[in-house]
């Protein structure tokens, strides 16, 4: 259901979701934690990111409510997902959002590049 702007997910859910997304917050990985600094705070075009944000029954890794954007950050595991990574993608955009995905490698070998990405699809 949207609100204002943004996506929020039914209270049932959010209950089962809530800690996971805690748990991914306290535990980021290297990837994330560096791409969390560059986005944190209106660092990216002033526009404000939530991290590790429910919409649905998912749980993304970055979310701009302003701009209806979702930024994913994939390690290792996803080579491994890729049927399960089309089915949610495919979910988001269906409501709406836009969803742009980096690799580990990609942002931790150059955040630089990764940043201003973010910034031209806001």
């Known amino acids: 259901m949207k609100q204002r ?3 929020k997910t039914d209270a049932p859910l959010w209950d ?3 800690p996971l997304a805690r748990q991914n917050r306290h535990e980021s990985t290297e990837a ?3 791409l969390w ?3 944190r705070g209106r660092r990216a075009g002033g526009f404000r990111f939530r991290r590790q944000h429910s919409i649905g029954r998912y749980i993304v890794d970055f979310y701009c409510a302003e701009k209806d954007l979702v930024v994913e950050v994939d390690g290792p595991i996803h080579e491994h997902n890729q049927e399960e990574d089309a089915s949610r993608q ?4 269906s ?4 969803v742009i995905r980096f690799t580990n490698d990609e942002v931790m070998g150059d955040i630089e590049a990764v940043a201003r990405r973010i910034v031209a699809a806001l």
């Open 32 to 34: 994330e934690s560096l």
């Open 90 to 93: 495919a979910f988001l955009e």
């Open 95 to 98: 409501l709406g959002l836009r």
């Open 16 to 18: 089962k979701l809530k």
């Open 5 to 7: 702007g943004a996506w």
């Open 37 to 39: 600094e560059r986005l």
